[in-house]
């Protein structure tokens, strides 16, 4: 699994009111989530971010809320992937079972500049920067875990398993 | 080797006699709940994943607390999905406008968690359940949809930390002073994914009500969860509300800890979480002025019986400033109630103050007190992330009921000795 995007580089502490305020919350619809994704710290986000982009940020992303609201509006926004220096717990979980493959990478996150391009594979362990040529070796994911982005997240994922 | 009482909650539901800090488990679940902004999802989840019976009709509960009474079309939709869900699978524990509390306040008061249990909710704040010596930890609305179809759920047994509050409890300090010190201490990061253990004189002391607001805010140091042992208060708050059995456990004298922190609590000055962290912790002497246009008292962190008496003690006889809005949200409806009957509600009103049938409404920045640009409030809840309670440039303050009361009076922030 191959993800290559451009950079979004966001700081420490990215909350889930940052990530999707709550005044959006009456609906779960991931198109309609994914227009105010970030607009509590850049209200332009939605309009400028491309299908296959990615987001690099400091520590704890998604700290807050447990809504799983978060991690779709991310993925709807057509972000591909998250690396973070760290990420908080409750976000962790939803964005691997919502199917948006998340990274732990401090010296990558050090690294990248916004706008930078990042090749990352999850199955060789990699993340390359292209922009800069530097080339970092990250923890690569379970077979299980691949296999649960792949088929969209952890319910299609058992969904196709059957036997409920 | 000994246990932690984290631990021992764990191994139990687990159906093992030991577990360890890093070890993945699988564990029963002894009551999964959701609110009408998570339900939907986890009833989508469910319903995508071929469910078609939950796996136990009385271990669900699902409480229309968040944008209720319905704040407009999309949500009343919302309420509609879980509702239906509710009817169709015979849910005992379902929750309504009429009946309904903040989730966080009415289960603990309806019996429903209890000492030794497992509880996950599709809520943040479900780790609240941890006054009573209970393992209690937020998910998301997929994981929550998993477990209502297989009654389980993975979890990694989290390292404990241990804290320890020395001293007498000055007066005004409260359990909302103690867990702001505690996260202004630790960050917002400090206890990710651990298990916060808060014992030690000053929590001997600290009513059930204290417990529950600092078990509530573990999540804001990042926690998996918070607890407290069960002692003489939780027995009596227990007792008269549960309706099957439950287990007291203790943590082990050589039960081991990440690390153990001791804080005296003596000269402690009532706490305020400035903009936009709730770790940007000051004492409300070191603040300077800061004016403000509201005052929420209220949330599942101080929505309870003790929190809108401390409130009414300072507003009594007493009015809120002209320019600033008061806003007292009693946490269910037994709790309104009570409020009633001691003549609290009269106090609120003859001050001055908007009182709201229970909700989360404003803390999430919904409904019921939303604020508008460049307005700042006072807050009794558990969050001041940039845009929490409204627009982007709006600013929340947290602080305990005490200082809450005390500032709707002043205008500005102020301590409760201000202004008695």
Known sequence: MIVEGKVWKFGDNIDTDIIIPARYLNTSDPQELAKHCMEGIRPDFAQLVREGDII?????????????????????????????????????????NIGLPIVEAEKVVDASKEGDV???DLDRGEIVNLTQNQTFKIQPLPDFMKELIADGGLIPHLAKKGGY | MGMTITEKILAAHAGLNEVKPGELIKAKVDMALANDITAP?????????????????DKIALVLDHFTPNKDIPSAIQCQEVRKFAKEQGIVHFYDVGEVGIEHVLLPEKGLVLPGD??????????????LGAFSTGVGSTDLGAVMLTGEIWLKVPPSIKLVYKGKLPKWITGKDLILYTIGDLGVEGALCKAMEFCGEAIAELSMDGRFTMA???????AKNGIFAPDEKTEAYVKPRATRPYKI??????AKYLFVKEYDVAQLEPQVALPHSPDNVKGVSEIGEIKIDQVVIGSCTNGRLEDLRLAASILKGK?????VRCIVIPGSQQVYLDALKEGLIEIFIEAGAAVSTPTCGPCLGGHMGVLGPGEKAIS??????????????SEVYLASPAVAAASAITGKIASPEEVL
């Open chain 1, 118 to 120: 990042l090749k990352i």
């Open chain 1, 56 to 96: 690099v940020a400091g520590r704890n992303f998604g700290c807050g809320s447990s809504r799983e609201h978060a991690p779709i509006a991310i993925k709807a926004a057509g972000i591909k992937a998250v690396v973070a220096k760290s990420f908080a717990r409750i976000f962790y979980r939803n964005a691997f």
């Open chain 2, 249 to 254: 456990y203790q943590s082990d004298p050589d």
């Open chain 2, 380 to 393: 009794t809840t558990n969050r001041n992330f940039i845009g929490r309670m409204g627009h982007v440039e």
């Open chain 2, 41 to 57: 999802l986890a009833i989508k989840a469910f319903k995508t994943a071929k469910g078609k019976q939950v796996f136990a009709k």
């Open chain 2, 118 to 131: 497992l509880v996950i909710g599709a809520d943040s704040h479900t780790c609240t359940y941890g006054a």
């Open chain 2, 319 to 323: 009015k809120v400033a002209k320019g």
């Open chain 2, 216 to 222: 509530n805010m573990a999540i804001e140091a990042g």
